[in-house]
């Protein structure tokens, strides 16, 4: 009988050494896992995807504000904006709150039925987008006191827009060529008189 047992043994040792070494391949794989799991690392990979997640929100916020702008979707801009919503316009408040901002696209929208805004570049930096755009559209009504002059524009800006903890818009700043749509709808700049 120790014969038997002692022929078995040889005869099972390769077999025996092989998941041995399996063994201590997935226990040396457990160990490398535990020690690798650095709170560090996690707090990094935490922040990383709340980062893109704020960016993501930012992104579709400024996506959403030209959108409402483009349909002239006083409703949209209401969910997206805050009741004091601030509009400035080259430098100038334009508006204070969303009725004025709802004022402001109507008389875009009455002046160019079809004015539309393009994004080209969005940059978000410390809860901001900065976004360059192209606006067009042709004017078939009356821009202020002007009558429709018929003619497109072509016109490009930049925008600035703000957001609150809430994702919600706070403030935009435009700045575009207000000279280059006139003259785009056929006004000249006169010289003054000098005397």
């Known amino acids: 009988m120790n014969l038997w ?3 078995m043994g040889y005869a099972f040792k390769p077999m ?24 560090e690392q996690q707090k990094l990979t935490k922040a990383a995807k709340s980062e893109n997640a704020l960016e993501h929100a930012l992104r579709n916020g400024s996506e959403n504000y030209i959108r409402a702008w483009n349909e002239n979707d006083h409703l949209l801009m209401n969910r997206i904006t805050i009741t004091d919503f601030e509009r400035t316009e080259n430098g100038e408040v334009r508006s204070t709150n969303q009725a004025e901002l709802a004022k ?4 875009w929208h009455k002046a160019m039925p079809d004015f539309q805004i393009t994004l080209k570049e969005t940059v978000i930096k410390d809860g901001k987008t900065y976004s360059f755009w192209i606006g067009t559209g042709t004017n078939t009504g009356k821009f202020g006191d002007n009558q429709p ?28 060529n207000m000279l280059g749509l006139l003259q785009d709808w056929g006004y000249t700049l006169t010289p003054p008189i000098m005397e």
């Open 5 to 7: 047992v002692l022929l």
């Open 104 to 107: 402001a696209m109507e008389y």
């Open 16 to 39: 025996i050494m092989k998941y041995e070494r399996i063994l201590v391949i997935c226990f040396l794989s457990v160990a490398i896992c535990i020690c690798c799991n650095d709170p």
């Open 149 to 176: 002059t018929g003619k497109t524009f072509k016109l490009e800006g930049f925008t600035t827009l703000a957001f609150n903890e809430d994702g919600k818009i706070i403030k935009e700043k435009a700045f575009f």
